[in-house]
């Protein structure tokens, strides 16, 4: 039997005994309130099915609220909460991975000294192939101009150059090429290198602050 009520005309007393003498049910029975498609208010032994969806509350047969079940979630909410659940689980990876790398520079360094110090060791050493290597190249190019002052000489004599002699020219070049490009991706480490360095230096301030 289905019953439509206005709740505030029964007290919590009546309301219980109404309730068991028109159900005619145990007191360790439950009743379930729902509001119906004309907006009113029910209360039944079960939930149909087509009201499911709207949320129900689960009451002792004293007016107790043993459970409050919600409405089901829109397609658009299902969508706006899992989009701020999974922004929720970004920000806590973040701060996770923060906690780790702190720890990490905390073993590395004492104090921000340190992180100077290993930069500039570290940039020094960089800085030293580079200063190798440049020198190594104008080795290489001292030999390509002497060596094509010598294919020229025998040009304005009227001699014949030999394969060998421009087969060691193109070697040289070809040496020369692999220099310069080794120079640049060290330049180019280097400036990643000092501005990670900056980064951790930069932390290990703040760290050091808190």
Do not use: W
């Not at 570290?122 to 010598?150: C, D, H, V, W, Y």
Request: proline share 2%; charged share 30%.
């Amino acid at each position: 039997m289905r019953c439509y009520f206005l709740f505030s005309r029964f007290g919590p007393g009546l309301l219980a005994a109404v309730l068991l003498s028109l159900l005619g049910v145990s007191s360790h029975a439950e009743l379930y309130k729902y509001k119906n498609e004309d907006g009113v208010t029910v209360l039944d032994s079960y939930v149909p099915a087509r009201y499911v969806k709207n949320g129900y509350t689960i009451l002792s047969l004293d007016g107790r609220v043993l459970e409050i079940v919600p409405r089901a979630l829109s397609d658009a909410e299902i969508r706006s909460r899992d989009a701020l659940l999974a922004e929720q689980q970004r920000v806590e990876r973040e701060i996770r991975e923060q906690k780790i790398a702190d720890q990490n520079l905390l073993r590395l360094y004492s104090t921000p000294a340190d992180v100077t110090r290993a930069r500039d060791t570290k940039l020094a050493s960089m800085e030293s192939f580079i200063n190798t290597q440049q020198g190594n190249l104008r080795r290489l190019q001292t030999q390509k101009r002497q060596l094509e002052s010598s294919l020229a000489d025998v040009e304005r004599s009227g001699g014949t150059i030999g394969k060998e002699r421009l087969d060691r020219i193109r070697t040289l070049e070809g040496r020369m090429q692999q220099i310069e490009a080794e120079v640049q991706d060290k330049r180019d480490e280097m400036e990643v290198l000092s501005a990670n360095f900056n980064t951790d230096l930069k932390r290990v301030r703040e760290l050091y602050r808190n």
